[in-house]
T-cell receptor
Framework: DAGVIQSPRHEVTEMGQEVTLRCKPISGHNSLFWYRQTMMRGLELLIYFNNNVPIDDSGMPEDRFSAKMPNASFSTLKIQPSEPRDSAVYFC???????????FGSGTRLTVV | KNQVEQSPQSLIILEGKNCTLQCNYTVSPFSNLRWYKQDTGRGPVSLTIMTFSENTKSNGRYTATLDADTKQSSLHITASQLSDSASYICVVSGVSGGYNKLIFGAGTRLAVHP
């Protein structure tokens, strides 16, 4: 099992540009989570999908952030337009519906300059 | 308010020594408690997961305890190694809106020195 796969590992972009982060959950996991981690705020849940349907997006900071899960094996987190304060490590995690096997990806380190 | 508090915030120990990290939570209803290890530049990796009825669980040199009455957990690391240097995050799962919701602690940053 390759685990949760995220891409890219690192992204450096200029302020105002669109950024798309990608995630492939573990096969058979039906829940997917996007997190943001910063030194100041730790891990913050952005959005949570269950069976490809967004369940809780209360953590999405503002309208510049959007997430999609078109099928069970792929999700994207898009920031448009990006701002320097969006710089953080973004993690994707997946799990079964019962909450076991909760596995994080290696993260995408985003730097907006 | 659902909260998870960890202590100490950071810790430095010498290689070979033992240490204990603490986690207090106020999450209710409680489903399970997990300890994660996060190496620098990596995603968190699960060490242990305990449900309400479990008091202790071990994973190699890592032993987690849970007191559901006092809502406290600890992670004990025995015979520390340099590779134990990482952040250790306590995560409590509670049911909210019919779904398991994870509440993360801020983590304890452990440095093991030779």
């Amino acid at each position: 099992d390759a685990g949760v796969i995220q891409s890219p590992r690192h992204e450096v972009t200029e302020m105002g540009q669109e950024v798309t982060l990608r995630c492939k959950p573990i096969s058979g996991h039906n829940s997917l989570f996007w997190y943001r981690q910063t030194m100041m705020r730790g891990l913050e849940l952005l959005i949570y999908f269950n069976n490809n349907v967004p369940i809780d997006d209360s953590g999405m900071p503002e309208d510049r952030f959007s997430a999609k899960m078109p099928n069970a094996s792929f999700s994207t987190l898009k920031i448009q337009p990006s701002e320097p304060r969006d710089s953080a490590v973004y993690f994707c995690a997946s799990t079964t519906g019962a909450g076991y096997g909760y596995t994080f990806g290696s993260g995408t380190r985003l730097t907006v300059v | 308010k659902n909260q998870v508090e960890q202590s100490p915030q950071s810790l430095i120990i010498l290689e070979g020594k033992n240490c204990t990290l603490q986690c207090n939570y106020t999450v209710s209803p409680f489903s399970n408690l997990r300890w994660y290890k996060q190496d620098t530049g990596r995603g968190p990796v699960s060490l242990t997961i305990m449900t309400f009825s479990e008091n202790t669980k071990s994973n190699g040199r890592y032993t987690a305890t849970l007191d559901a009455d006092t809502k406290q957990s600890s992670l004990h690391i025995t015979a520390s190694q340099l590779s134990d240097s990482a952040s250790y995050i306590c995560v409590v799962s509670g049911v909210s809106g019919g779904y398991n919701k994870l509440i993360f602690g801020a983590g304890t940053r452990l440095a093991v020195h030779p």
